[in-house]
C-alpha cells in the first residue's frame, strides 16, 4: 500500500520533525509496518496520524443516561444517579454498552484505551469480568487497560485495600492495570494519599487518579499527589485526571503545582466534554468551565493528554467516542494553536502516559495503525469535512 502528500505534523512525526509543518510525505506499507517515508513536492492530500489512544474512559457507564438520567451540571447528582442505576447492571447489559463503545472507538481509528471500573465495595465489580472478557476479544485491535475506581476511604482501610489490590493485580496478568481514587477536599487527604500509594507500590501497580475534579480553589490534591510522588521517588507512574480546580487558583500556585507534576512525571488528563458539562453555574450561562491549564502545563514541559471519558451517561448525556471531535471542543476552549501542535495529545502524550509498546510516532518500522483524515490543514481540521477519514489497521483500510 502507498499513501501519498500525506500531512504529519511534526509532533507526531519520527524523522523529518525538523522539516516545515506543511511538508508532506509519501509511505510504503508492507507486512502492516510502514517500511518507507520520503519527503514528496506535492500538495496535502490528508493529515496522517497514528492511531488515537484514549487514556480516560468509562466503559462500565458508558449509555446509562437513558436509565440514571442526566445531572445538569452537579457532579454529586451524577454520582447518586449512577449508584442508584449500578444496582441493576448484569453481565450481560455491560457487555453489550461495553462493546458499542469499542466498536464506535474502533471505526473512528482508537488503538488504545484506559477505563475506570466502579469499584464500590471491597467485592470485585461485575464489570471487571466482562473487561477481561472483551479484553482478550479485542486484543490485537484495541489495546484496552483498567483503572479500578475506589474511594479514597476504602484506601485508607488497609484491609479493604488489600483485597482490592489483590483483585487488580491479578487482572494486571493479562494486560496494565492501575489503582484509582476519587480524590477532592478530603478531609486527611495526605494521610489517606500516603495509604494509597503504600498499596501501590507493595504491588508494583500503576496510579490513576480523579483529582480535584471541582472550582473550589483550595483544592490541592493534585499538589499532595505530585508531592508524595517525589518524596517516595514514584515518578512516571501516575495519571491525574481533570484538575480542573487549577484553572481558578492564582496563576503563581497553580504554576508551582504544575512544576511539582513536571518533576513527578505526572501525566496530566484534560476532559473537556465532562467538566465543560459539569462545572460552573447552571443557574445562568458560565464563564468559569473548569478545563485545566493545558497551556500553561505544556510550557512546563508536561505533554498533556486530551480524552473522552464519559459518553452518554449522566455525567455527559451526549457524544461519542471519536477523539477528534472531543480535541476539537478542547482546541476551541482552551485556545490551542498551533493546532497542529497539540495532535500529540490524542496520540503520542497518551500512548507514552500508558506504557505502550509504540508511543504512536509515525517512522519507517512502525506499525501501519493509522488515521487519514481529510483535513490539509489545521482549519480544515475543526470541520465536518476535514474530520471524515479512512482507518488504516495492521497496515489495511477498515
Not at 158 to 177: E, F, H
Not at 263 to 270: Q, W, Y
Request: glycine share 8%; aromatic share 6%.
Amino acid at each position: 500500500m502507498r499513501l501519498q502528500a500525506m500531512r504529519i505534523p511534526p509532533c507526531v512525526r519520527g524523522a523529518y520533525a525538523d522539516l516545515p509543518a506543511h511538508q508532506t510525505f509519501d509511505l510504503w506499507i508492507e507486512a502492516g509496518d510502514v517500511i518507507s517515508i520520503a519527503p514528496s513536492t506535492e500538495p496535502a492530500r490528508g493529515t496522517l496520524l497514528s492511531g488515537f489512544v484514549d487514556a480516560h474512559v468509562h466503559l462500565d457507564k458508558a449509555y446509562t443516561v437513558g436509565t440514571a438520567g442526566a445531572a445538569e451540571g452537579d457532579l454529586m447528582a451524577a454520582i447518586a444517579r449512577c449508584a442508584a442505576d449500578r444496582v441493576s447492571w448484569t453481565a450481560a447489559d455491560l457487555r453489550l454498552r461495553m462493546l458499542r463503545a469499542l466498536e464506535d472507538a474502533w471505526a473512528c481509528g482508537t488503538r488504545a484505551m484506559r477505563t475506570h471500573l466502579d469499584w464500590a465495595s471491597d467485592d470485585m465489580p461485575v464489570a471487571l469480568r466482562v473487561f477481561e472478557q472483551l479484553r482478550e476479544q479485542w486484543r490485537g485491535r484495541i489495546d484496552l487497560q483498567m483503572a479500578a475506581l475506589v474511594s479514597l476511604d476504602q484506601w485508607a482501610d488497609p484491609a479493604a485495600a488489600q483485597r482490592i489490590a489483590g483483585q487488580v493485580a491479578v487482572t494486571a496478568a493479562g494486560g496494565t492495570s492501575a489503582l484509582g481514587a476519587f480524590v477532592y477536599r478530603h478531609a486527611a487527604l495526605r494521610e489517606k494519599l500516603e495509604a494509597l500509594f503504600d498499596v501501590a507500590q507493595r504491588h508494583y501497580l500503576p496510579l490513576d487518579i480523579h483529582v480535584d475534579e471541582g472550582l473550589a480553589p483550595d483544592a490541592r490534591g493534585l499538589r499532595t499527589v505530585a508531592e508524595i510522588a517525589l518524596a517516595r521517588g514514584w515518578q512516571g507512574r501516575i495519571l491525574c485526571s481533570h484538575a480542573c480546580a487549577l484553572s481558578v487558583q492564582p496563576p503563581d500556585e497553580a504554576r508551582a503545582t504544575l512544576q511539582a507534576c513536571r518533576d513527578a512525571g505526572i501525566h496530566l488528563v484534560s476532559l473537556p466534554t465532562t467538566n465543560l458539562y459539569l462545572q460552573g453555574d447552571w443557574a445562568g450561562t458560565p464563564v468559569e468551565r473548569g478545563i485545566t491549564r493545558l497551556r500553561e502545563a505544556a510550557a512546563l514541559g508536561l505533554a498533556p493528554c486530551i480524552a473522552t471519558d464519559n459518553v452518554a451517561d449522566p455525567f455527559y448525556p451526549y457524544g461519542s467516542f471519536d477523539l477528534v471531535e472531543t480535541f476539537g471542543l478542547a482546541v476551541q476552549v482552551a485556545h490551542l494553536a498551533a493546532v497542529q501542535d497539540w495532535l500529540a495529545a490524542i496520540t503520542v502524550a497518551p500512548a507514552r502516559a500508558m506504557g505502550l509498546h509504540w508511543d504512536g510516532r509515525i517512522d519507517e518500522g512502525c506499525p501501519a495503525d493509522l488515521v487519514c483524515l481529510a483535513a490539509r490543514d489545521d482549519h480544515e481540521l475543526l470541520t465536518p469535512a476535514g474530520r471524515q477519514r479512512s482507518v488504516v489497521r495492521k497496515g489495511r483500510f477498515l
